[in-house]
């Protein structure tokens, strides 16, 4: 999952970055988390494989051109448009802090509205200056229906990610880098002091009825607790009024959000995490791990990780019947342990 963080001049958005990545000093702007999974670590305990790998979360923090005039060159920079070409969603952090240099207090609603009517401008001008080459040429094809649709959506200030798009209107899409059409989760980045507080209902209810999700952080604090030893930080966690790290939350978030799932596949060679969207079919699933395994797909032996534990491995399931043979439209559940048949 790659993820890419956009935000305007000073809302803490590098910070933001190092509490989530746990890299307190990274001047590429990059950064590659695990995912914590519980049930990778459960099924490592037991296989005691050569191998062990989680889910990752690839995170990229564009840092603003050099002499940028304004904070829309600031905020849409080349550079950024190209990485989010191909993000699975966009982290827009809004400021929930005095500014540092005027005072001036937080207002997060307002700055949230400004950012997605800047992405959803940048996508109008995108897509108008398509369907104007389109009306020079004459066509009225699918393409051209969809444009039009869209465009007049992000006129009224609809971000398009609150528009349906079928399928194989999202293929006609993929090629445009549209900031609007990508997943968004929202982190108000507050002062230390307020780590704890509830997010804001305005705050949570406009991000909710323009198609994101909103998450709060203290970026300084949890960026300092994110620095110590993973076993240190529960201590830490707890005096500042928190369940879990901006990392987990964060997690927790974004496969709510990009509706994700894991299934599992174990031995004594890897014992692996692999993400999906939420009702990815069996043979859909295998191409996850080698394309080749997609083409040849026969059947997925599938184990549920709870029945997995319950009955004490492999073989007590197959003996209890709990071990099934699913065909490739299998839709591939939470937690399912699979070992797929094939043939090349």
Known sequence: MKVV?????????????????????STTGRGVI???????????????????????????????????????????????????????????????????????????????????????????????????????????????????????????????????????????????QLISLAQLLVVLNRADEDAAEPLPPKLALLVGQRGGECLAMAGRLEREIAELPPEDQAPFLCDAGLDASARDRFVQAAYRLLNLVSFLTSGEDEVRAWTIRRGTVAQKAAGKI????????????????????RYGGEAECKKAGKARLEGKEYPVADGDIIHFRFNV
């Open 5 to 25: 963080l956009a935000g305007f001049p000073r809302v803490g958005k590098t910070t933001v970055f190092q509490s989530l990545t746990g890299l307190a000093d």
């Open 34 to 176: 695990r995912v914590p999974d519980p049930r990778v670590d459960k099924l490592s305990e037991i296989y005691r494989p050569k191998k062990t790998t989680y889910a990752t979360v690839s995170f990229v923090d564009v840092q603003p051109p050099e002499g940028a005039s304004d904070e829309k060159a600031a905020l849409l920079s080349p550079p950024l448009v190209s990485e989010l070409k191909d993000a699975d969603a966009v982290i827009a952090v809004v400021r929930g802090f005095a500014d540092p240099y005027s005072g001036a207090p937080p207002q997060p609603e307002t700055e949230f509205a400004r950012l997605d009517e800047e992405f959803a401008l940048s996508d109008l001008a995108v897509l108008d200056k398509r369907l104007e080459r389109l009306n020079r040429e004459g066509k009225k094809d699918r393409e051209h229906a969809l444009l039009e649709r869209l465009v007049a959506a992000l006129g009224e200030g609809q971000p398009l990610r609150t528009i349906e798009v079928a399928p194989e209107e999202a293929k006609l899409l993929s090629g445009y």
């Open 290 to 309: 080698h394309s080749d395994i997609e083409k040849g797909f026969i059947r997925a032996e599938v184990i549920a990780y709870d029945d997995f534990v």
